[in-house]
Nanobody
Framework: QVQLVESGGGLVQAGDSLRLSCVASGRPFSNYAMGWFRQAPGKEREFIARINRSGGSTYYGDSVKGRFTISRDNAKNTVYLQMNSLKPEDTAVYYC?????????????????WGQGTQVTVSS
């Protein structure tokens, strides 16, 4: 089992920046690709970003390309999501996820472990 705990969410204004963190425990962190998803009320869970095991490759959803950056520190068992130029439509619960497969997927139910989520609210 892998336990994931997100932090860093909050209430910000449009145009602000925020950095989310997710700390993993339970199994070797470097065995997993890591990712971020988000879910707004009444909407499906949306893929935001993925980073491979070494941190050498990243992938982003179209809605956040150029504004969000995913990174990881394997020594600290932590993955980050730097969010810049935030918009009201970025308001959602943000989830950290771990994937044991090396096959890149944006489909939520193919990821193996999930955190509890952290709320991000962007006011206009």
């Amino acid at each position: 089992q892998v336990q994931l705990v997100e932090s860093g969410g909050g209430l910000v204004q449009a145009g602000d920046s925020l950095r989310l963190s997710c700390v993993a425990s339970g199994r070797p962190f470097s065995n997993y690709a890591m990712g971020w998803f988000r879910q707004a009320p009444g909407k499906e869970r949306e893929f935001i970003a993925r980073i491979n095991r070494s941190g050498g490759s990243t992938y982003y959803g179209d809605s956040v390309k150029g504004r969000f950056t995913i990174s990881r520190d394997n020594a600290k068992n932590t993955v980050y999501l730097q969010m810049n130029s935030l918009k009201p439509e970025d308001t959602a619960v943000y989830y950290c996820a771990a994937d044991a497969s090396s096959v890149v997927t944006k489909i939520p139910n193919r990821w193996d472990y999930w955190g509890q989520g952290t709320q991000v609210t962007v006011s206009s």
